[in-house]
């Protein structure tokens, strides 16, 4: 079964300041790549998703991904953040049948 | 176009009550899932189904059952509700499972007194 790794489950930083969230997987087969993000008291959202092709994907709300298939990662930026994303962000990977998920980056930025 | 619809939003329960979460989908959607959700630990997988008639268990399946009679709809049903299942649910479909988004609907705050 496929697992997700997700680092720094904390994070807090100021407006402005930029934002990258890990994410490293175990699969042995091909992968589908998502980020989801839930505000608070609200349900997931997808926020970007890599399948194939070019592996820098770019999202909603600024955010993009890269994906290196050879670290296994599936890693989230954004250049500078807003308070409006306070949320917790979850990297998932699809394989046999199952969408798995790591625990979860809890961001908080203060304004 | 509502989307995944769970129902109810909140509900608490007294231990050894059982109960059926309900989630409902109108995207015709061949694949549906019902996670929980524990501070740190992200979401878990209970139980899938890959279509009508078709389920399986996830990672965490034990204390619940599913059942899957139509593509719309596939309720939680907790058996014999125990603290430990004190958690928020949430419901989940997509056209397939591996290419494609997953639609997630409001959870279910659940808790086992």
């Known amino acids: 079964a496929q697992s997700v790794s997700q680092h720094n489950h904390h994070v807090i930083l100021s407006e402005a300041a930029s934002l990258e969230l890990g994410c490293n997987y175990s699969?042995?087969?091909?992968?589908?790549l998502f980020w989801y993000v839930q505000y608070p008291g609200q349900h997931l959202q997808l926020l970007l998703k890599y399948f194939s092709g070019d592996p820098l994907v770019k999202g909603i709300k600024g955010f993009e991904a890269e994906f290196i298939k050879s670290k296994f990662s599936f890693n989230l930026r954004k250049p500078s953040v807003q308070w409006s994303d306070t949320a917790e962000y979850f990297c998932a990977v699809t394989g046999n049948n199952r969408l798995a998920f790591g625990k979860g980056n809890q961001v908080v930025v203060i304004p | 176009n509502a989307g995944v619809t769970q129902t109810p939003k909140f509900q608490v329960l007294k231990t050894g009550q059982s109960m059926t979460l309900q989630c409902a989908q109108d995207?015709?959607?061949?694949?549906m899932s019902w996670y929980r959700q524990d501070p740190g630990m992200g979401l878990r997988l209970i139980h899938y189904s890959v279509g009508a008639g078709i389920t399986d268990q996830g990672e965490v399946p034990n204390g619940y059952n599913v059942s899957r009679s139509t593509t719309e709809d596939f309720p939680l049903r907790l058996l014999s509700a125990a603290p430990s299942q004190t958690s928020v649910y949430f419901c989940?479909?997509?056209?397939?499972?591996?290419?494609?988004?997953?639609?997630f609907g409001q959870g279910t705050r659940l808790t086992v007194v």
């Open positions: 995207m015709n959607h061949e694949y």
């Open positions: 989940a479909s997509s056209w397939v499972q591996g290419g494609t988004e997953a639609f």
């Open positions: 699969y042995g087969g091909t992968v589908n």
